[in-house]
T-cell receptor
């Protein structure tokens, strides 16, 4: 079946602008995760959804970052007033459930803030 | 805090040789997962080993887990040029929500 998809693939924006990144998880997966990966680094956890609620937002780096999920499906990560340090690849993953399950990753959105 | 730490950071071998990567972590875990990443984009799940397992195989991959030492190793046997990628370990901490804590990764280059 279809895997996790993300859009856009690449996004170039100017400092101070808002951006929205979209994630479509695998159908039927109740858990959805957002991670950020800076160049040459490992992944940093941002936020996790179980259904439409977000019990763990501990990784969001600042209040400029927010995310929502609707219909237990699509999720949107919004970054307001982007800064150059927000430049990274933003990866989304989904799993059948939140505990002890394999996470399947999308291809990521490469964000460049000029 | 950084949970998984991979060693070595970079590894270069000839095709046909075996590659071994190690991962250490700090806290109790539910499971440990290994992922491969090509060209800095999406991650491909390789193998998941649970905390009550000691060894797992999948094709040319062999993963071991030593919870007493809080370490894991990934062995790729008979490597191929197509195995060239970055490899990450990720831990799913006990009692956690399933979020993964990633290490910095090992960059593997397999020369033809």
């Amino acid at each position: 079946g279809a895997g996790v998809s993300q859009s856009p693939s690449n996004k170039v924006t100017e400092k101070g602008k808002d951006v929205e990144l979209r994630c479509d998880p695998i159908s039927g997966h109740t858990a959805l995760y957002w991670y950020r990966q800076r160049l040459g680094q490992g992944l940093e956890f941002l936020i996790y959804f179980q259904g439409n609620s977000a019990p763990d937002k501990s990784g969001l780096p600042s209040d400029r970052f927010s995310a929502e999920r609707t219909g237990e499906s699509v999720s949107t990560l919004t970054i307001q007033r982007t800064q150059q340090e927000d430049s990274a690849v933003y990866l989304c993953a989904s799993s059948r459930d939140q505990v002890q399950e394999t996470q399947y990753f999308g291809p990521g959105t490469r964000l460049l803030v000029l | 805090s950084q949970q998984g730490e991979e060693d070595p950071q970079a590894l270069s071998i000839q095709e046909g040789e075996n590659a071994t990567m190690n991962c250490s972590y700090k806290t109790s875990i539910n499971n440990l997962q290994w992922y491969r990443q090509n060209s800095g984009r999406g991650l491909v799940h390789l193998i998941l080993i649970r905390s009550n397992e000691r060894e797992k195989h999948s094709g040319r991959l062999r993963v071991t887990l030593d919870t007493s030492k809080k370490s894991s190793s990934l062995l790729i046997t008979a490597s191929r040029a197509a195995d060239t990628a970055s490899y990450f370990c990720a831990t799913d901490e006990s009692g956690n929500t399933g979020k993964l804590i990633f290490g910095q990764g090992t960059t593997l280059q397999v020369k033809p």
